[in-house]
T-cell receptor, first 115, second 112 residues
Framework: NAGVTQTPKFQVLKTGQSMTLQCAQD?????MSWYRQDPGMGLRLIHY???????DQGEVPNGYNVSRSTTEDFPLRLLSAAPSQTSVYFC??????????????FGPGTRLTVL | DAKTTQPPSMDCAEGRAANLPCNHS???????VYWYRQIHSQGPQYIIH???NNETNEMASLIITEDRKSSTLILPHATLRDTAVYYC?????????????FGAGTQVVVTP
C-alpha cells in the first residue's frame, strides 16, 4: 500500500491564483481530512469527509473548498490564494468506526508559499 | 474537549526510557487520551490511545492515572529516531470524533 499520498510536495503561488492540492489513499478509508500547520504551531483542521459525497467544515475552512467524489480522493481547492494561506498542508485518512476515527494516517504534506 | 498541558521540551539519553507527561485535569468520563508524534517536516504519526486502563503497543506504553487527570507516554528505549514533537490529545466520543486538535506538544530530543 502507498498509504496517503499528496501532490505536489512544494508549490509557490501568487496572490489571487487558484490551485488544487491532491490527496489520495489506497486503504479504503471512509474518513479523510485536511489540516494546515503554520510555523511553530500545531495542526488545525480545515475540512473533513466521512465518505464519498459527504464533507463538512473544520476549524479554519475559510478560503478552501473540498469535494469527495470517490472514496480514494479528497482534493483541497484554493480559489484565490492569499499570503495568509502560506502553510504546510497535511491530508489524513482513517476508518470511520469508533476509536479508529482518531487513528489517522497522515500524508507527507504539501508546502505552499503564497507571494 | 478537555484542554491538555505538556512541557514544551525535554531531553532524553539514547537507550533510556523517555517519560512524557500530559496534564488533562478537566477530562470527562467519555474522553479518550491519544498520542501522536511528528518527526521534523513529516506528517504526524499515531502512537497509542487509552480511556482508563494502561495500554501498551510496539511503540510505547500509556499510563493514565486513576483519576484520569494526567497521563504519561513512555518510550521504553529511546533512539535517535524518536526525536520529534509529541502531541497529547483528548477527544470525546461524539461529534469530535476525527477532529484532532493539536496543541504545541513537547519537543523531545534524544541525544547519543
Amino acid at each position: 500500500n502507498a498509504g496517503v499520498t499528496q501532490t505536489p510536495k512544494f508549490q509557490v503561488l501568487k496572490t489571487g491564483q487558484s490551485m488544487t492540492l491532491q490527496c489520495a489513499q489506497d486503504m479504503n478509508h471512509e474518513y479523510m481530512s485536511w489540516y494546515r500547520q503554520d510555523p511553530g504551531m500545531g495542526l488545525r483542521l480545515i475540512h473533513y469527509s466521512v465518505g464519498a459525497g459527504i464533507t463538512d467544515q473544520g476549524e479554519v475552512p475559510n478560503g478552501y473548498n473540498v469535494s469527495r467524489s470517490t472514496t480514494e480522493d479528497f482534493p483541497l481547492r484554493l480559489l484565490s490564494a492569499a499570503p495568509s494561506q502560506t502553510s504546510v498542508y497535511f491530508c489524513a485518512s482513517s476508518y470511520s468506526s469508533g476509536e479508529a476515527y482518531n487513528e489517522q494516517f497522515f500524508g507527507p504534506g504539501t508546502r505552499l508559499t503564497v507571494l | 474537549d478537555a484542554k491538555t498541558t505538556q512541557p514544551p521540551s525535554m531531553d532524553c539519553a539514547e537507550g533510556r526510557a523517555a517519560n512524557l507527561p500530559c496534564n488533562h485535569s478537566t477530562i470527562s468520563g467519555n474522553e479518550y487520551v491519544y498520542w501522536y508524534r511528528q518527526i521534523h517536516s513529516q506528517g504526524p504519526q499515531y502512537i497509542i490511545h487509552g480511556l482508563k486502563n494502561n495500554e501498551t503497543n510496539e511503540m510505547a506504553s500509556l499510563i493514565i492515572t486513576e483519576d484520569r487527570k494526567s497521563s504519561t507516554l513512555i518510550l521504553p528505549h529511546a533512539t535517535l529516531r524518536d526525536t520529534a514533537v509529541y502531541y497529547c490529545i483528548v477527544l470525546m466520543t461524539t461529534d469530535s470524533w476525527g477532529k484532532l486538535q493539536f496543541g504545541a506538544g513537547t519537543q523531545v530530543v534524544v541525544t547519543p
